[in-house]
């Protein structure tokens, strides 16, 4: 069983934010160490030897400004349903998180090694979690297993794509968005995208140079960098509409720190909801031929 690892360094980097960075932290996340199991001693030590290397602050620095934004936003909401795309060893479900049902959608190989890694470690799975096994690279439809595994799309729910959109097609994301689009509206997504070099500034331009060759490396090549601009118009055409774009600069009011975290220009939160079908679109309320293929005005920016 061969594990994703990009889900191995992302727990990683949010373990490594409470050994290695100032108080307060960012995000905490106490079950990221417990999750990385037998790999624990081996990846966070980089972290804890070589921390203010720009590869690994820059992973920590993503790891828990996406955390922190999109976990807060999901309390704000006050949802009784979230869908976690590419849920990997996303923690929030193990963390008492009973007032929510959560819905972890992930490859069959890596929900395989994450139920076993849970049993391993002791951590028992609560009842109000869902795996629910779709590979996005693959386009294979989203509603079905979802619906099967219990979610309600006639309610609202906080659907997350974190650390995902990267690697897939641009015709794979359009797939996705196109299901979470039939979702009921007021469902909000936040999809994290990465922007193309251009718009990235000397420090994000950096880690993607570190990082971008060794994925490719692992068999997990970046593969799409989208705009806000293009970001925006990709929602709209699938009943999305675009609420905000948010930086790593963003996520956080004072980036006074005295460790090696630093926000970049290199990734960005998109939060958009789902807005009522139109009289042109079908029953199921996807829309019959896409439409607003540029957007009209930008998404309000911070």
């Given amino acids: 069983m061969t594990p994703s690892r990009t889900a191995l360094l992302s727990a990683a980097a949010r373990a490594a934010h409470l050994l290695v960075d100032e108080r307060p932290p960012i995000f905490a996340d106490p079950l990221a160490k417990t999750l990385l199991g037998d790999r624990a001693e081996e ?3 980089y972290h804890l030897s070589y921390g203010s290397h720009p590869a690994l602050s820059g992973a920590r620095t993503t790891a828990v400004t996406r955390s922190r934004y999109t976990e807060n936003r999901l309390a704000e909401m006050g949802v009784d349903q979230y869908v ?4 990997g060893l996303d923690s929030y479900a193990y963390r008492g998180a009973d007032h929510v049902r959560v819905f972890e959608v992930d490859t069959p190989v890596t929900q395989r090694w994450k139920r076993t890694l849970l049993a391993d470690t002791g951590i028992a799975t609560p009842k109000t979690v869902e795996f629910v096994a779709v590979d996005f690279e693959k386009e294979q ?13 006639a309610r609202p729910a906080l659907v997350s ?30 999809v994290e995208h990465l922007l193309p070099a251009a718009l990235r500034d000397e420090a994000g331009q950096t880690y993607a140079e570190l990082v971008m060759a060794a994925a490719a490396e692992n068999g997990e090549p970046w593969r799409t960098f989208l705009s806000t601009e293009q970001m925006a118009a990709l929602l709209r055409d699938h009943l999305l509409e675009p609420i905000e774009h948010v930086g790593q600069r963003e996520t956080l009011a004072d980036w006074d720190r005295g460790d090696a975290l ?10 958009a909801r789902v807005r009522a079908p139109s009289p042109a679109t079908d029953p199921a309320g996807a829309a019959n031929t896409p439409t607003n ?10």
């Fill in 293 to 302: 293929t540029q957007p009209k005005s930008p998404a309000p920016q911070r």
């Fill in 84 to 87: 976690i795309l590419g849920a």
């Fill in 141 to 153: 439809p989203l509603t079905g297993p979802l619906g099967q595994a219990g979610f309600d799309p």
């Fill in 161 to 190: 794509w974190l650390g995902v959109t990267m690697y897939l097609t641009e015709e794979a994301i359009s797939h996705t968005l196109h299901a979470i689009g039939s979702f009921a509206p007021g469902t909000e997504l936040i």
């Fill in 262 to 271: 630093r926000p970049t220009e290199l990734s960005v939160l998109t939060r």
């Fill in 43 to 45: 990846l966070l030590g």
